[in-house]
């Protein structure tokens, strides 16, 4: 069930609840959603909206088809048929656990209810409902839609079955689950965050610094490590060659100094006011709907940054981009007509242009790693190469026919037209899953080279034998449309 989810409720649709519900929605989920807001379908709309520009910029064409959204008129209709339950109420622990208990009540048997609280505990929680074992914390991040992050953790009562399946649920939508190992209040990262907020408030109570400044400190400073590294390995880093402990020694007795206070300021109205007035003058009369796409902006633009490196939510956005895609990568096996599938991927972030086009030299990139493949299968792979032979491309003609964009899925179907015992005339085809046809083609010529003596050379006969095996294997075939083109102005 849990890779399978058909049907998702949502009790509670505040900026979390419905941040879950995009997330869901926009990976192909339907989603029941209750709250007694008269404006719950608005805000909600307006929500997915804005998720729907980030997800479309992060993943582009590898999203699924969206799933449904309904408005539910009650607990019971939200739940009663839904494969998965995430409960975003305010962080009441009176209204939680009562309102868990009618969602436990009204819920299919195999249902599983994450609950979205940011530090109650689930033990509370799951006090009245007649299946305690059935609820988990699954606490989110906002945005719900765009950060990976899901601390995931039991009560007393919770089954481990439970928690497997709210994490396999969790990471099905794209998620990085943090399975907590313990109950705590604040769980693990609010506890950090909180440590860092009542600093902030002291810094502002004492007249030290202004919200902006505080801000600054950590958005062009230590934040953007953090955004990647987090403290361990940023101050493993710090240690240099000799690491953690040299790191420890040299800066651990400055933590007994008493540079910070990690008990809060008691929240006067004087500090309200000036915290609010301080907030409102850093916002600048800019709107919310603004700031939450600015945030989103720059949230996608660092995790396609990440994604280049194949690191920290960069990594987990790559897995899920794989995900999507849902293809077992290309290996040079014949297709039914005998063509050779070189290439099956997603486009990625970093092969795009500004206008989220796959851009010019890629098509190149694609085409010659096409080619790589098709070397691998005639014996001409890394190792031939290392021991002084190779093919090198001497002629190439790209044809650009189409466009891809992000996340759309490609192929490159290649055949060998002829090949000697010196050449290799390959014709690749770049073909877009999403829009059945053809956006490009490449034909090109390649010779056997004896490397160190630099000039063309006979390429051993086993691997002749494989190439003009494949070249039989696809003479039925008729000439493929543009071979042998060539550019000149017409007239």
């Known amino acids: 069930m849990a890779h399978e989810i058909r049907k998702v409720g949502i009790v509670g649709g505040g900026v979390i609840g419905a941040g879950w519900a995009a997330r869901f929605v926009l990976n192909g989920i339907d989603v029941a959603i209750y709250d007694p807001d008269p404006e719950i379908e608005r805000k909600t709309g307006a929500v997915i909206a804005n998720a729907?520009?980030?997800?479309?910029?992060?993943?582009?064409?590898?999203?699924?088809?969206e799933g449904t959204i309904t408005i539910a008129a009650s607990i019971a209709e939200a739940v009663h048929?839904?494969?998965?339950?995430?409960?975003?109420?305010?962080?009441?622990?009176d209204l939680k656990a009562r309102l868990l208990a009618e969602m436990d009540a009204a819920m299919p048997d195999h249902a599983v209810i994450g609950s979205s609280t940011s530090g109650l505990l689930p033990t509370k929680l799951q006090a009245q409902m007649a299946r305690p074992e059935r609820l988990v914390v699954g606490h989110p991040f906002n945005p719900v839609y765009l950060l990976p992050l899901v601390e995931?953790?039991?009560?007393d009562r919770t089954s481990q079955a439970t928690i497997d399946t709210a994490a396999a649920v969790y990471e099905r939508i794209g998620m990085k689950v943090l399975r907590v190992r313990k109950e705590i209040d604040g769980f693990i990262a609010d506890r950090l965050l909180e440590a860092v907020w009542r600093e902030a408030l002291w810094l502002i109570n004492?007249?030290?610094?202004?919200?902006?400044?505080?801000d600054d400190a950590i958005r062009f400073g230590a934040g953007m490590r953090w955004s990647f590294m987090g403290t361990f390995l940023v101050y493993?880093?710090?240690?240099?060659?000799d690491g953690m402990r040299h790191f420890l020694h040299q800066f651990g007795p400055s933590m007994e100094w008493p540079w910070t206070k990690l008990i809060g300021p008691k929240l006067t109205d004087e500090l309200v006011e000036t915290i609010s007035r301080q907030s409102d003058e850093q916002a600048g009369?800019?709107?919310?709907?603004t700031y939450e796409r600015l945030r989103d902006d720059c949230l996608v633009d660092l995790t396609h940054a990440l994604e280049r490196n194949d690191f920290a939510s960069g990594a987990v956005a790559r897995s899920h981009r794989l995900r999507l895609d849902g293809r077992p990568a290309a290996d040079g096996s014949a297709l039914a007509d005998g063509r050779l599938l070189t290439i099956a991927t997603p486009v990625q972030p970093e092969w795009i242009d500004y206008n989220e086009h796959l851009t010019e030299y890629c098509y190149l990139k694609l085409f010659g790693d096409a080619t790589d493949v098709v070397?691998?299968?005639?014996?001409?792979?890394?190792?031939?190469?290392?021991?002084?032979?190779?093919?090198?491309?001497?002629?190439?003609?790209?044809r650009h026919l189409g466009q891809a964009r992000l996340g759309e899925p490609i192929e490159v179907r290649t055949r060998v037209l002829t090949a000697d015992s010196k050449r290799l005339h390959l014709f690749h085809e770049m073909v877009s899953l999403k829009q059945h046809a053809v956006i490009a083609t490449a034909e090109h010529m390649l010779v056997h080279v004896d490397a160190k003596a630099e000039k063309s050379a006979p390429a051993p006969q086993a691997m002749q034998d494989k190439a003009q095996t494949l070249v039989r294997g696809q003479a039925h075939l008729p000439?493929?449309?543009?071979?042998?083109?060539?550019?000149?102005?017409?007239g």
């Open 236 to 241: 493993r880093l710090a240690g240099g060659e």
């Open 206 to 214: 004492d007249g030290i610094a202004t919200a902006s400044e505080i």
């Open 285 to 289: 009369g800019i709107d919310l709907r």
């Open 375 to 398: 070397l691998g299968i005639v014996g001409a792979g890394q190792d031939y190469v290392s021991a002084g032979f190779s093919w090198y491309t001497v002629e190439t003609h790209i």
């Open 152 to 155: 995931v953790c039991g009560g």
């Open 81 to 93: 048929d839904a494969d998965f339950i995430q409960e975003s109420l305010p962080e009441r622990e």
């Open 479 to 490: 000439p493929p449309e543009g071979v042998g083109r060539q550019i000149k102005m017409p």
């Open 52 to 65: 729907r520009r980030a997800l479309t910029r992060l993943f582009g064409q590898a999203l699924p088809a």
